[in-house]
């Protein structure tokens, strides 16, 4: 099971911290990823590390803000997300690969937590 945490309430500008802990299964021979949803919106990527970390990858929209890492030890992914704009406001979820890397399509994930709001006020 995947737990996601951290989401809230900040100011434009601010930034927050999202965790995913996983429990039972580990996942460390697998990809893992961040996505978000929008309200009436796709569900989207965001975010996704390889399965050693090595590779990372970013939708476009937030390079250079936010940071994706991984602690195998707590068995967690993290989303460092700073100068947080109103268009970053989604629920956000974390989800495990089918694959050691870390796809961009919704389709090549398996496991789903069950997401953190987030709220960016102007």
């Known amino acids: 099971q995947l737990q996601a945490s951290g989401g809230g309430l900040v100011q434009a500008g601010g930034s927050l911290r999202l965790s995913c802990a996983a429990s039972?299964?580990?996942?460390?021979?697998?990809?893992m990823g961040w996505f978000r949803q929008a309200p009436g919106k796709e569900r989207v990527f965001v975010a996704g590390?390889?399965?050693?970390?090595?590779?990372?990858s970013y939708a476009y929209s937030v390079k250079g803000r936010f940071t994706i890492s991984r602690d195998y030890a707590a068995n967690t992914i993290y989303l460092q997300m700073n100068s947080l704009k109103p268009e970053d406001t989604a629920v956000y979820y974390c989800?495990?690969?089918?694959?050691?890397?870390?796809?961009?399509?919704?389709?090549?994930?398996?496991?789903w937590g069950q997401g953190t709001q987030v709220t960016v006020s102007s």
């Open positions: 989800a495990v690969s089918r694959q050691a890397e870390a796809g961009t399509g919704a389709d090549q994930y398996t496991k």
């Open positions: 039972g299964r580990t996942s460390s021979n697998n990809g």
């Open positions: 590390i390889s399965w050693n970390g090595r590779y990372k």
